[in-house]
């Protein structure tokens, strides 16, 4: 006769989720990580409206529609620096959470990006 009643132990699956010993660093991390790249993207593209927008500001002689395309590189510069501070944040709540090393990594160089956009688009 097999015996169907044995108790299987070793993994959790309270909830009706798998999870294992880091289980919850980790998704913290891979978060920390998603949001880190999205402030990177963020950050490229306030970057390259504010470069746009000052391009078009140059070309454009003294007039309302000249300091509306200033006023727009301004907001897209700021955009770039708040992209900057939630990748640089992330960056630390990834090294903070995680012990998975690709994954904080994988961030520093998000915030990197995010950084090199900030600086371009403040320039």
């Known amino acids: 006769e097999e015996n169907v009643n044995t108790t299987i132990t070793g993994n959790d699956f309270s909830g009706g989720e798998f999870s294992w010993p880091g289980y ?12 880190a790249e999205k402030a990177a993207n963020d950050a490229e593209n306030a970057s390259k ?3 746009e927008a000052a391009k078009e ?8 529609k000249s300091y509306t395309k200033a006023k727009e590189a301004c907001t ?8 900057v501070e939630t990748a640089l944040k992330a960056k630390d709540d990834a ?3 995680s012990k998975a090393d690709s994954i904080s990594t994988k961030t520093k160089e998000y915030a990197e ?3 090199n ?7």
Request: proline share 0%; charged share 50%; glycine share 0%.
């Open 24 to 35: 919850t660093e980790e998704l913290k991390a891979k978060k920390a990580s998603e949001d």
């Open 49 to 51: 409206e504010a470069e």
């Open 57 to 64: 500001a140059v070309n454009l002689k003294e007039s309302d």
């Open 76 to 83: 897209a510069a700021s955009k770039a620096k708040k992209a």
């Open 95 to 97: 090294e903070k959470s």
């Open 113 to 115: 990006k995010a950084k």
């Open 117 to 123: 956009a900030y600086e371009k688009a403040k320039n």
